[in-house]
Every structure is written in C-alpha cells, then in structure tokens.
C-alpha cells in the first residue's frame, strides 16, 4: 500500500509550495522539488522525532495553495451536501484536510530520495487549467506516473485533482464516501467521524485494483 500512494502524497507535498508564483508549472515543481528535498533531508531526524512538527509545517505548506474546500465538497458531492448543515460542511473540511496533511507527512518521511522527473508540458494547459506531470521511483525501482490538475484562482493555481497511475483519486474518494454513506445508514456525523478510516479503505481499494 506504501509502495503505490507514497509517490501521490510525495510529489503533492513537493510541488505545492511555490505554485502560485509559477514562470510555468513544470518550472515551478522543479525548484520546489529541490526546496523541500534539501530541508527534508536536513530535518528528517528532527521531523521523525516529532511527526506533528511535520504535520504543521506542511499544513502551512499546502494551504494557501490546495483548494480544500473544494475538493472536500466535490468528494461529498451535491447530493449530500443538501443534507449538511454549515458546522458539518466545516467538519468535514477540516477533518479531510487532516487526514491527507497527515498521510503527505508519513509518505515524505518514508521516502529515500529515490528519483523524481517532472516531464514536459503536453500543451494542452489553458489560462485556467493546467497538468503538470511527473514520474516518481519507488524504492522497488519500480516507476510511477503522476498527474495533478490545477486551477486558476484568480491569480494563484491550486490543486484540485490528483491521478496516480490511472488512478483517479477524486473520484477514488468520493465513491468511498457515497459507501461509507451507505454502511452507516446515512448518519452524516458518522461518516465525518470515521472518515480517517474510510481514507485508509482508499487506498487499500486503489491497492487492490492495481
């Protein structure tokens, strides 16, 4: 399960920090590939000492450049979000973006500089949309590819979708929430509850399916 998300939750958390301020975004993935390796390899033992330290450092890392929100309503989608109520819709925002800042954290510490590309543009990038592609060893040898499909937000790019080797990891999540949805007779307070187990049922399920 490591060997298959690690590269997902490594090249997010590599590529986010400088997106906003972006020449191109294959530009921008490089240099922030060399930033956050070089502190990475600096800290490791200090951030595996205290993984919360890590955990906050990449909150402030990710934030102002992932669209939380929305992806977290794209995961509950509209039709469960008419049952929500405004605290719900915050807990759950802040629940998912918990889950993944944590997940992105165990990836990074577990990796060993193994080789990362980022491969050229495919030109198909508008003003407002753009892919931005990449292949990540594993350390089986093994490589992965990589794409993450970012939005303008004005005048700053955000993530807002991510598919590893096919995977689309979007709808990977939403589907598992209509599930957990279902298993839990539609208790919404359930689901958000529970929703750091249903991430690592995800993954186990994208696992599988490779």
């Known amino acids: 399960?490591?060997?298959?998300?690690?590269?997902?939750?490594?090249?997010?958390?590599?590529?986010?920090?400088?997106?906003?301020w972006a020449s191109t975004a294959q530009q921008v993935?490089?240099?922030?590939?060399?930033?956050?390796?070089?502190?990475?390899?600096?800290?490791?033992?200090?951030?595996?000492?205290?993984?919360?330290?890590?955990?906050?450092s990449l909150n402030t890392i990710l934030s102002p450049v992932t669209d939380f929100p929305g992806i977290a309503r794209g995961v509950m989608t509209a039709k469960f979000i008419?049952?929500?109520s405004n605290e719900q819709m915050q807990r759950f925002e802040e629940t998912f973006k918990r889950s993944l800042v944590?997940?992105?954290?165990?990836?990074l510490l577990a990796y060993n500089n193994q080789a990362i590309r980022v491969l050229p543009g495919n030109?198909?990038?508008?003003?407002?949309?753009?892919?931005?592609?990449?292949?990540?060893?594993?350390?089986?040898?093994?490589?992965?590819?990589?794409?993450?499909?970012?939005?303008?937000?004005?005048a700053q790019w955000k993530l807002r979708n991510v598919i590893i080797e096919g995977i689309n990891?979007?709808?990977?999540?939403?589907?598992?929430?209509?599930d957990s949805m279902r298993r839990n007779n539609n208790n919404?307070?359930?689901v958000i509850d529970s929703w750091a187990d249903t991430v690592s049922r995800a993954r186990q399920s994208a696992e599988a399916k490779q």
């Open 1 to 20: 399960m490591k060997k298959f998300f690690a590269p997902f939750f490594l090249g997010l958390a590599l590529l986010l920090p400088a997106f906003a």
């Open 82 to 84: 008419g049952r929500a």
């Open 169 to 178: 990891v979007g709808k990977l999540f939403r589907d598992q929430f209509a």
């Open 123 to 154: 030109g198909r990038d508008t003003a407002q949309r753009a892919s931005v592609d990449m292949e990540v060893q594993g350390d089986n040898g093994a490589l992965y590819k990589v794409s993450y499909t970012m939005v303008a937000d004005g």
């Open 102 to 107: 944590q997940f992105y954290g165990n990836a």
């Open 29 to 56: 993935v490089q240099s922030t590939v060399d930033q956050m390796l070089g502190e990475l390899n600096t800290r490791r033992d200090e951030f595996k000492q205290d993984p919360e330290q890590f955990y906050q």
């Open 188 to 190: 919404l307070d359930k």
